[in-house]
T-cell receptor, first 114, second 115 residues
Framework: GNSVTQMEGPVTLSEEAFLTINCTYT??????LFWYVQYPGEGLQLLLK?????DKGSNKGFEATYRKETTSFHLEKGSVQVSDSAVYFC?????????????FGAGTRLAVHP | GAGVSQSPSNKVTEKGKDVELRCDPI?????LYWYRQSLGQGLEFLIY????????KSGLPSDRFSAERTGGSVSTLTIQRTQQEDSAVYLC?????????????FGPGTRLLVL
């Protein structure tokens, strides 16, 4: 079946450190891949996406590249800020049965300290 | 413009009571989704609406859960005879239609606590 696996948190970093949150997926067909972010007390927000192999999604200094050969979509940021502290969800989207279904990973909590 | 809104934002109830959770999608969005986020878990798909019909109810965890959508807009998720394991954040999302590239926009969620 379709599934998403992401690294367990919490991830604790100092400000300006490099961030990587690993995400791998299992899917039939060719899903689109997403990273969503959930800031404390808020709903899910779309952070970035990639719809086909080798696409790179980017937003707010975050990047992720759709790697079909390794079925991965790792999230990276070169220099994190305290304001990046949140829970990050990797997700795949399958279009099946006439609609889109999002399948999420368990989420990774990031805590950035000054 | 206005995003997806949900109410109440928080709900505390006693085991065995019924609860209703409301979702107002973005105006004009025809597709609506409900998800559940349990403590320490990822997001679990519950149900999908296209207009007023629900072609996929496969994620509803038991027959105590039901959902409806009237007028192609507001949706209500009802949990009957609540149990402690129903405690979770219930998220609603909407998207413009059924297209393959449609992005889902999420509401802030309703945090449900069953005592």
């Amino acid at each position: 079946g379709n599934s998403v696996t992401q690294m367990e948190g919490p991830v604790t970093l100092s400000e300006e450190a490099f961030l990587t949150i690993n995400c791998t997926y299992t899917a039939t067909g060719y899903p689109s891949l997403f990273w969503y972010v959930q800031y404390p007390g808020e709903g899910l927000q779309l952070l970035l996406k990639a719809t086909k192999a080798d696409d790179k999604g980017s937003n707010k200094g975050f990047e992720a590249t759709y790697r079909k050969e390794t079925t991965s979509f790792h999230l990276e940021k070169g220099s994190v800020q305290v304001s990046d502290s949140a829970v990050y969800f990797c997700a795949l989207r399958m279009f099946s049965g006439g609609y889109n279904k999002l399948i999420f990973g368990a989420g990774t909590r990031l805590a950035v300290h000054p | 413009g206005a995003g997806v809104s949900q109410s109440p934002s928080n709900k505390v109830t006693e085991k065995g009571k019924d609860v209703e959770l409301r979702c107002d999608p973005i105006s004009g969005h025809t597709a609506l989704y409900w998800y559940r986020q349990s403590l320490g878990q990822g997001l679990e798909f519950l149900i999908y609406f296209q207009g007023n019909s629900a072609p996929d109810k496969s994620g509803l965890p038991s027959d105590r859960f039901s959902a409806e959508r009237t007028g192609g807009s507001v949706s209500t998720l009802t949990i009957q005879r609540t149990q402690q394991e129903d405690s979770a954040v219930y998220l609603c999302a909407s998207s413009p239609g059924m297209g393959e590239r449609e992005t889902q926009y999420f509401g802030p969620g309703t945090r449900l606590l069953v005592l």
